[in-house]
Structure formats: structure tokens, C-alpha cells
């Protein structure tokens, strides 16, 4: 709901900005001529389309609206960041962590992280769409396929090893066997490359509980021994994988493998 009334908020804003605007040289020739300053008045209103091409601008206002409201989870199921979120909560669970670093400090990690890893995908969208488009060199669709040609690219390329998720939903949906990267719907390639990203990031977290699950055992088993039963084990296995951690440089290290990853 908050959302709702922020986006309509924006909307007025923007409208009302519009209009200053175009009111500005009338509102300068009153200042220098020292008549009185009038207050333009805002009129929005919902009326009937008179034709269809201006139901056509409506839908595509609502469109536009609907991308903007989704670009959130655009952001997150089409980029490198749920890869590297997802790790980056399993390495805090990993080292017993519960509030250090906090979750908007990993996710914000996560996002720049993102950035640097798709700056080259969103160059190329911009020269390809944004820009043409802003020239008039362009129409609207031409400009979403520019746009959505180098994040197919991407997602594709994440798979090309391991393509069983693009043959499982092309099978669920009844399609037949792609030949090329075309022939594969974006509808498609989405869910599939969620599935992937969503593998990948529980295998490498897998690999990095491990060193860890050995500390801790070999705490617990300490623990054990000299009859300190009562003693939680975490609490003395934490400092020790933190050690670890530090010692390793862990921050760089699982960095550098992350950005490696995506080729």
C-alpha cells in the first residue's frame, strides 16, 4: 500500500513539475512587468477514451507502470544477484553469525557486487537501446529487444554448460528441441536460469559449510571429552572459524571465486 501511494505521489510530482514548467516564461514576464503572480491550477481527471489509440497509450502507461513497480525482482531473478546472495547467507550461517554483518550490509554488498559483474551487460543495453531510443533513431520495440537481447545473453551463457533446466521447461511447456539461443522464448530462459542460479549458489555453499562443519565437530568432540557438556559447543567453535576465516582472507577469496563464476 505504501508502495501504492508513493508511486502516485511520483506521479503528481511529476505532473505538477510538467506544468511549473511550462509556466515559468509567463511567470517571469509577471515578475518583470510587477503584475501579480497567479498559482496555475492542477486538473487531473478520468474520462473515456475517445479513440483507440488512446486506450493504446493507456495500456502502455499501465505496462510501463507494471515494469517499473517489478524491476526489483527483475533486478533479482535476471542478474548475478541471487547467486551472490544466496552465499553470502550461507557464509554467515556458516561462521555462526547472527546479527554481524547485518543483512542490509550483505545485500548491499551484493548489489555492487551485481554492478560490477553486469556493468558491461547494462553498457551494451544502453548503447543499443536506451541510447538509439532516446535519439528517435528507434521505436519501442525495437528498443525492449536491444534491451532484452544482452540479458538473454547472459542468462544463457551461465547455462551453456548445464542446459537440463532450459530442456525441462521447454518439455513442461510442450515446445520442441531448440537449435539456437532464438529459438528459446524468454519465458523460458527465466525459470531456468532461477533454477540454475539457485543450484549453483546451494553447491558452493555446500563446499564452504565444510571446512567449518569440521570445526566444529572437532569442538564439540573436545567439549565432549573433558566432560564440559553443558558448554554450547558454537560458542567456542566461533572465534576459531572467525580465525580461520581471517587467516584465509575469506572476504577476497570467496570474492574473487564469485566474480570468477560468471565466466
Do not use: C
Request: hydrophobic share 55%; charged share 15%; glycine share 4%.
Amino acid at each position: 500500500m505504501n508502495k501504492k501511494y508513493l508511486l502516485i505521489f511520483f506521479l503528481l510530482f511529476l505532473t505538477t513539475a510538467q506544468v511549473f514548467s511550462q509556466q515559468a516564461p509567463a511567470l517571469q514576464r509577471q515578475r518583470n512587468t510587477g503584475s501579480p503572480l497567479t498559482i496555475p491550477f492542477v486538473d487531473i481527471t478520468v474520462r473515456q477514451p475517445e479513440t483507440n489509440r488512446e486506450v493504446a497509450l493507456s495500456i502502455q502507461l499501465l505496462v510501463l507502470l507494471s515494469i517499473i513497480a517489478l524491476s526489483p525482482s527483475i533486478i533479482l531473478l535476471m542478474t548475478s544477484f541471487l547467486r551472490i546472495s544466496i552465499v553470502f547467507d550461507f557464509i554467515k550461517r556458516a561462521l555462526s553469525l547472527q546479527q554481524v554483518p547485518p543483512n542490509q550490509v550483505l545485500l548491499g554488498i551484493a548489489l555492487f557486487l551485481t554492478l560490477f559483474i553486469m556493468w558491461p551487460t547494462f553498457n551494451t543495453i544502453y548503447e543499443s537501446s536506451f541510447k538509439p531510443y532516446s535519439e528517435g533513431a528507434i521505436s519501442t520495440e525495437e528498443m525492449y529487444r536491444a534491451a532484452e537481447a544482452p540479458l538473454r545473453l547472459f542468462m544463457y551463457n551461465q547455462m551453456k554448460g548445464n542446459p537440463e533446466n532450459i530442456r525441462l521447461f521447454m518439455k513442461l511447456r510442450g515446445l520442441a528441441k531448440p537449435d539456437n539461443l532464438a529459438d528459446v522464448p524468454t519465458y523460458v530462459l527465466i525459470p531456468a536460469f532461477v533454477l540454475n542460479e539457485l543450484t549453483i549458489a546451494f553447491k558452493i555453499g555446500i563446499l564452504l559449510f565444510i571446512p567449518f562443519i569440521i570445526i566444529d565437530m572437532v569442538v564439540a568432540s573436545t567439549l565432549m571429552s573433558m566432560g564440559m557438556i553443558m558448554l554450547p559447543p558454537v560458542m567456542i567453535s566461533m572465534p576459531f572459524k572467525l580465525i580461520l576465516f581471517v587467516l584465509v582472507d575469506g572476504w577476497s577469496l570467496i570474492t574473487a571465486q564469485l566474480i570468477g563464476s560468471f565466466g
